[in-house]
């Protein structure tokens, strides 16, 4: 018993000696967190974003990194829900000493994640999380995407000015799909539009063919989806064929190759409104590098996570290294990259950034000129 | 709303169909064993992954990723059967129990980590066609043909378990064990049967599965617990009752959906099982294990 006593307390004392103190804040390192869906249903999320942050990391290095101090990146996997989101930042706070973190990927973590970083002060910036919602969920919550407040504006008008009266609505009973269907139906009905009925269903659902048979019996002029990526294709391919004709409006996740793959034919001609791509010099040179490093063309959270870094490194240039001084700084910021402008307001929003119509056209995500019309 | 209401029914018919054949190894297992597999969903996942992979990646015809799926859930099977479920059988039913759902996590997650959590789709160069049916129904090539064979093999071991002599050794051991046992019958050998047997099928309905919607790691568990309700309402001796109320379950979820809303979906299952406990008292399968073999 006694040697067991004397290897327990060694143990602890090793322990105790382990601690590495304040870490992001030491003259050698920058840490910054990173909490991200890297794996599960909305894996796309996070691995664009970090694409798009490694990418950011290694050129701001390559430049001597912020005030002489190299950046590091610290990954947690926010597995996609709101309980791995917290866990992930959690981790980066308590264990990681981050002082701000990159994240979260769908506005549930986000949302999920906000009332932790808002108690410990540190800040959280995501790249892709869009619900209206978040603009007030606290002081430390940015975003570098605009806000669907103002996708649910624009989805509506679009589809007011097809000449569409009547629509059915099938969402995702998430965070992000409650909030845009919520703004997008209060729109619809403010522009003299009817929503005839709003059809919820689950994350990672696969079979909507009793959804598409009950929307179309309602006879809706065109069918509004706020469906993520990959149950978005398949809602769409099985409501083609079943027969479901009228034409389908999705919103950002379908422009990913995600809802291509499930969707297959099916997706020729759907449309969808997504955060607008910027086409500026500050776009194309980060283009050019990621072709030259990935040998793929970027995507729109790829570029969204390559500007969160560099938004968060030209905060702390001025010398703020904590969560409160983070914050004051990026209220102060004003970054032109490949996103196009990023500046924020009160809210942490970003107010000058817009959403674009889009339609996939032969296997490809371009934007929509014609006029809707079935298929 | 009316005219929903074929289309409806054949969707869920078809859901169903799945569902039963899923149901038909669990039902296999427990009235031979008195074990409820929970195992089982893991199979079924081993086999949309086996479709997606040989299919969609490799390029495999269908007919021989079939041969293939029916191999690997023959294989599996047998495995948990000989290396989870047999040193712990003397134990008890609540250790088989456990060890049941220690594999099935086991399962999931070495696939998660192999294959990552995503969920994994044929290539969409490869879509169904679309039939046709009588009022303005429509499916999809796929789907007729899971039906179909579906219901052969339902029909087919059904027809082996009552004909076959190999049926009557398997109903002997399902009756009585011990006496089973006197009378000559090989009980090794037939649990062995009943495992690959309900494996093969369990990973067959996961290919089915595949064809349709593709797999992802955790699939398994919300359709193996359909199957398992269904087992339960139909006290799980029985399969053919087993497979009957898979298929209700199957339609059931599809009119739910469509009459009232789709939040109810998954809960309908639930609502289920608990209204059978509440009047059938017993309605769960007795916990103690029946067949003690060597």
Known sequence: MRLRDVFVFLSLLLLAACDGGDRSTSSEIITIGAALPLTGGTSYYGQDSKKGIDLALDEINGKGGIGGSQLKVIFEDSLGNGQGAVSAVRKLIDFERVQVIIGCGTSTETMAAAPVVEQAQRVLLSPVSSAASLSTAGDYVFRTVPSDGQQALDLAAWVREAGISKVAVIFVNQTWGNGLKDGFVEAFKAGGGEVLDAEATELGETDFRAHVTKLASLSPDAVIAVLYAKEGGLFVKQSRELGASSPIFGADPWTKADFLATAGDAAEGIRFTTPAKYRGPEYDAFAKAYRTRYNADPGIYDAHGYDALNVIAAAMTSGARTGPEIRQALMGVSFRGATGETSFDVNGDVPTKGFARMTWEGGHAVPATKPPTSP | ?294
């Not at chain 2, 051991?173 to 309900?198: E, H, K, Y």
């Open chain 2, 1 to 294: 709303m009316i005219d929903q209401f074929p289309q409806l029914l054949v969707s869920g018919l078809l859901t169903g169909t799945v569902y039963g054949l899923v149901a038909v190894g669990y039902s296999l297992v427990y009235s031979v064993l008195g074990l409820v597999n929970f195992a089982h969903g893991a199979i079924v996942t081993l086999g949309a992954y086996t479709t997606v992979i040989l299919i969609g990646d490799a390029g495999w015809p269908i007919p021989a990723a079939a041969a293939a799926v029916v191999l690997i859930g023959v294989v599996a099977g047998l495995s948990i059967e000989q290396f989870a479920y047999r040193p712990v059988r003397a134990g008890g039913a609540v250790q088989s129990l456990i060890t049941a759902l220690g594999v099935y996590v086991v399962i999931e997650n070495f696939l998660a980590l192999v294959f990552g959590s995503d969920s994994k789709n044929l290539p969409s160069t490869m879509t169904a066609s679309v039939i046709m049916l009588p009022l303005g129904v429509r499916v999809t090539t796929v789907q007729l043909a899971t039906t179909v064979v579906g219901v052969l093999m339902m029909v087919g071991v059904q027809a082996m378990i009552s004909k076959a002599a190999v049926g009557r050794r398997l109903r002997a051991v399902a009756d009585d064990p011990g006496r089973a046992a006197s009378a000559g019958v090989n009980i090794g050998a037939v649990l062995r049967l009943t495992f690959g047997l309900g494996s093969a099928l369990g990973a067959l309905a996961g290919m089915f599965i595949a064809l349709d919607t593709g797999c992802n790691p955790y699939m398994g568990g919300i359709i193996g617990f359909k199957a398992f309700a269904a087992c339960a309402v139909a006290r799980s001796v029985n399969t053919q009752a087993a497979v009957a109320v898979a298929v209700c379950i199957g339609v059931a979820e599809s009119l739910v959906v469509g009459y009232l809303s789709s939040e109810y979906r998954n809960a309908i299952v639930l609502g289920v099982l608990t209204l059978m406990m509440l009047l059938g008292g017993g309605a769960l399968p007795t916990w103690e294990g029946r067949a003690r073999a060597p």
